[in-house]
């Protein structure tokens, strides 16, 4: 399975961004799928999961702000990021879970500036 993120870009405070990640697999046929993000000298943290048939889970940090969602007729899985501040700077990473494996997309640059 591949995954190709797009969408990252600098953006000023209070902004918004789009970010998309398109599958070579049936998005609807993940168990789970989902966005991380890594700060400059941080570990890689989840952000937002999709669990198929089950809830949208997101990290306190950007719970109201943030929203997972997934266009399984296009197999692309989006977020979309609202009133953006500089502590969500980062590398956004894209994942998903089919069967017994977890694929990661190769990540999109998000800046936002103060």
């Known amino acids: 399975v591949q995954l190709q993120a797009s969408g990252g870009g600098l953006v000023q405070a209070g902004g918004s961004l789009t970010l998309s990640c398109a599958a070579s697999a049936s998005v609807a046929s993940a168990n789970t799928m989902s966005w991380f993000r890594q700060a400059p000298g941080k570990q890689r943290e989840l952000v937002a999961l999709l669990t198929t048939g089950g809830p949208k889970n997101y990290a306190e940090s950007v719970k109201g702000r943030f929203t997972i969602s997934r266009d399984m007729a296009k197999n692309t899985l989006y977020l979309q990021m609202n009133n953006l501040k500089p502590e969500d700077t980062g590398v956004y990473y894209c994942?998903?879970?089919?069967?017994?494996?977890?694929?990661w997309g190769q990540g999109t640059q998000v800046t936002v500036s103060s």
């Open positions: 994942a998903g879970f089919w069967t017994t494996s977890r694929y």
